[in-house]
């Protein structure tokens, strides 16, 4: 069975930065695909980054060139790097693994909340 824990979420200001984590529990996560997604306040949940196995990234428009996915397979660790935050940024931000049909999985969402 698949775990997904996120970490790294909080308050900031605008123009700052943070670096969410999501560690995986199981095996064979170098296989899996990797997602950010996020979901703010009466908003669908979207897609924000994500990353295959072999590394590739992809990124929605509106974080392109302010936030970076990246993952440790060694450490079974994906993460993303979010800098010159907005406050249209604010979310709950979720880690998402998927190997197959019926192989997917969420993590349980950390707060990352942009004011001044």
């Known amino acids: 069975q698949v775990q997904l824990v996120e970490s790294g979420g909080g308050l900031v200001q605008p123009g700052g930065s943070l670096r969410l984590s999501c560690v995986f529990s199981g095996n064979s996560f170098s296989t899996y695909f990797m997602a950010w997604y996020r979901q703010a306040p009466g908003k669908q949940r979207e897609l924000v980054a994500s990353i295959i196995s072999t590394g590739i990234p992809n990124y929605a428009n509106s974080v392109k060139g302010r936030f970076t996915i990246s993952r440790d397979n060694a450490k079974k660790t994906v993460y993303l790097q979010m800098n010159s935050l907005k406050p249209e940024d604010t979310a709950v931000y979720f880690c998402?693994?998927?190997?197959?049909?019926?192989?997917?999985?969420w993590g349980q969402g950390t707060q990352v909340t942009v004011s001044s």
């Open positions: 998402y693994a998927k190997r197959g049909v019926g192989m997917e999985y």
